[in-house]
Structures are given as structure tokens and as C-alpha cells.
């Protein structure tokens, strides 16, 4: 028995050795670039030994998304739970979002930026699980804006899930900048974005929902 649980502790970290260079190449090609053999490659395996890991491609895709998810989970996603509900929560979730891709070590920066890229205009299971956990991480923003909105923590004319689109954005253009510019600051930027986006929610700055602009004109 101890022999066997050892073989399964040694499956599971081949695993997260494949998926960790999974995450990396799709960061800077894309997960079309992700196939049996570049990750044997990448990880010194043969490719039969990646291959017993994942049955077909887009097995290998799905498990790669699913782990950057993972990842999301536990740097960007868990630690704000100690902040307190509203705009305490909020900020703390941009902070630890901004913190975790500035300072993250794939070549192409975002994971989930470059997947959405990818895979936006392909139907099918990889380009739904993408969006899956995107619209996830929107939804979590503006739940956390409207319950600030509540706490009286924002201005009356503030609509969270606009707010909350404009604060993704905010991380999506640094990441952009960064990778295609080469802007050293884009993060810096961002941060200064945000800083500026709560500062006007706070202070009750017109971010009037869409529907409302619409039966204005």
C-alpha cells in the first residue's frame, strides 16, 4: 500500500509539471500551441508518459485552464475573504488581481487574457470553461460593488456592473501594454486606474448604467 500511494504522489506532481508548462505556453502561443509533444519537450518526459495523462488534446486544454482557474483561486480569488464585504473587498480583490499578473512568471502574461483571445470566436467546451470563469470573476467584481453600493460605501448614481467592467478593463490594457508594448508601467498604470475608478464611485461620479443612458437619448 505505501508503495502505491507513492506512485500516485509521484503521478501528481508529473501533473502539475505538465500543467504548469501547459499555463506557460499558452500564456505567449496560445492553447493551440499546447499538444502532447511540445509539452514533452518542455517537461524532459517522453511523450507517451504526458500522453497517460491526458487522453486527447483537448483534454489537455480543458485541464490547463482548469488549473490556471486554480491558480486564480488561490492568489487572487481566497485572500480577500478577510476583507470585509463592499468596498473594503473590492479593493482588496483588485489589489491581489493586479499584484498576481504584474508579478506573475508565464512568458506571455495572463493566462486567461490570451486564452479569451484565442478562443472567443471558437464555439466549443474550451471557449465556454474560458468564459465560464471570466464572467465568474466579472460577476464576483460587481456583486462586491452593488453590496458597497448598499452600504452606502458609493455614490447613488454608480452602476456596479458597469463599475466592475471598467475596473476589468483596467487589468486587460496593463496586460496588453505590457506584453505588446513593453510598457514597464502598465501595471503602475492600472493601479492609478483603479485608485481613480473608486475614488469617482466614492465621490459619486456619473457611472450611469447603459440601460439608463439608452432611455436617455
Same mark, same amino acid.
Given at each position: 500500500?505505501?508503495?502505491?500511494?507513492?506512485?500516485?504522489?509521484?503521478?501528481?506532481?508529473?501533473?502539475?509539471?505538465?500543467?504548469?508548462?501547459?499555463?506557460?505556453?499558452?500564456?505567449?502561443?496560445?492553447? /493551440? %500551441?499546447?499538444?502532447? +509533444?511540445?509539452? !514533452?519537450? &518542455?517537461? =524532459?518526459?517522453?511523450?507517451?508518459? #504526458?500522453?497517460?495523462?491526458?487522453?486527447?488534446?483537448?483534454?489537455?486544454?480543458?485541464?490547463?485552464?482548469?488549473?490556471?482557474?486554480?491558480?486564480?483561486?488561490?492568489?487572487?480569488?481566497?485572500?480577500?475573504?478577510?476583507?470585509?464585504?463592499?468596498?473594503?473587498?473590492?479593493?482588496?480583490?483588485?489589489?491581489?488581481?493586479?499584484?498576481?499578473?504584474?508579478?506573475?512568471?508565464?512568458? /506571455? %502574461?495572463?493566462?486567461? +487574457?490570451?486564452? !479569451?483571445? &484565442?478562443? =472567443?470566436?471558437?464555439?466549443?467546451? #474550451?471557449?465556454?470553461?474560458?468564459?465560464?470563469?471570466?464572467?465568474?470573476?466579472?460577476?464576483?467584481?460587481?456583486?462586491?460593488?452593488?453590496?458597497?453600493?448598499?452600504?452606502?460605501?458609493?455614490?447613488?448614481?454608480?452602476?456596479?456592473?458597469?463599475?466592475?467592467?471598467?475596473?476589468?478593463?483596467?487589468?486587460?490594457?496593463?496586460?496588453?501594454?505590457?506584453?505588446?508594448?513593453?510598457?514597464?508601467?502598465?501595471?503602475?498604470?492600472?493601479?492609478?486606474?483603479?485608485?481613480?475608478?473608486?475614488?469617482?464611485?466614492?465621490?459619486?461620479?456619473?457611472?450611469?448604467?447603459?440601460?439608463?443612458?439608452?432611455?436617455?437619448?
Amino acid at each position: 500500500m505505501p508503495h502505491e500511494s507513492q506512485q500516485d504522489s509521484h503521478g501528481q506532481r508529473q501533473r502539475r509539471r505538465i500543467l504548469e508548462a501547459a499555463r506557460d505556453v499558452c500564456s505567449a502561443e496560445g492553447l /493551440g %500551441g499546447v499538444s502532447i +509533444a511540445r509539452l !514533452a519537450g &518542455e517537461v =524532459g518526459m517522453s511523450k507517451s508518459g #504526458v500522453a497517460a495523462h491526458f487522453p486527447s488534446k483537448e483534454a489537455l486544454q480543458l485541464a490547463t485552464v482548469e488549473s490556471a482557474a486554480e491558480g486564480y483561486e488561490r492568489h487572487v480569488i481566497r485572500p480577500p475573504h478577510d476583507a470585509e464585504p463592499g468596498l473594503e473587498r473590492l479593493v482588496a480583490m483588485m489589489e491581489a488581481w493586479v499584484g498576481y499578473i504584474d508579478e506573475i512568471g508565464y512568458r /506571455g %502574461g495572463c493566462f486567461f +487574457a490570451a486564452a !479569451a483571445n &484565442e478562443f =472567443g470566436s471558437q464555439p466549443g467546451p #474550451v471557449r465556454d470553461l474560458v468564459a465560464r470563469y471570466t464572467r465568474s470573476w466579472m460577476d464576483a467584481l460587481a456583486r462586491e460593488a452593488r453590496t458597497a453600493g448598499r452600504q452606502g460605501e458609493l455614490g447613488g448614481q454608480v452602476d456596479p456592473q458597469q463599475l466592475a467592467f471598467q475596473l476589468h478593463a483596467c487589468v486587460q490594457e496593463a496586460n496588453l501594454c505590457r506584453q505588446l508594448l513593453d510598457d514597464a508601467d502598465a501595471f503602475g498604470r492600472a493601479r492609478l486606474a483603479i485608485r481613480d475608478l473608486i475614488a469617482a464611485a466614492r465621490a459619486a461620479s456619473p457611472l450611469r448604467s447603459t440601460s439608463s443612458q439608452g432611455d436617455s437619448e
